[in-house]
């Protein structure tokens, strides 16, 4: 029973946001802040990259019904422009990396073909 009580408080305390379109992020973006968002759309102006220190990442926008958020995920997911694809990970208003502040990113854990 204890188990029981402290996996359901566990998953009560994740960050979560289910986030249905990429337009329900930009028009209300501080409700979405923190929040773990999955979003589907299309990619646009992808550009992968490699750090100073040698990490492969990769940056783009998602865009959907004449909105775009930007994009972040570590390695280079087989994607294209053009392609639709489903994005999930975490959205935030503001992040430092460092020097370098990024606004309004989703800092993506999985990107996928569209369902």
Known sequence: MLALVCAVT?????????????????????AFDQKT???????????????????PYTTFRL?????????????????KDGERVEVRGVFQQVKHVGAYTFHDEIDASSVSPAR
């Open 10 to 30: 566990l998953v009560g305390s994740i960050p979560w946001a289910s986030a249905g379109t990429v337009a329900e992020i930009v028009k209300n973006p501080a």
């Open 37 to 55: 968002v999955t979003v589907g759309g299309t990619v646009e102006e992808i550009n992968s990259r490699t750090s100073r220190r040698g990490n």
């Open 63 to 79: 865009s959907d019904q004449g909105e775009t958020v930007k994009v972040f995920t570590f390695g280079t997911p087989a994607i």
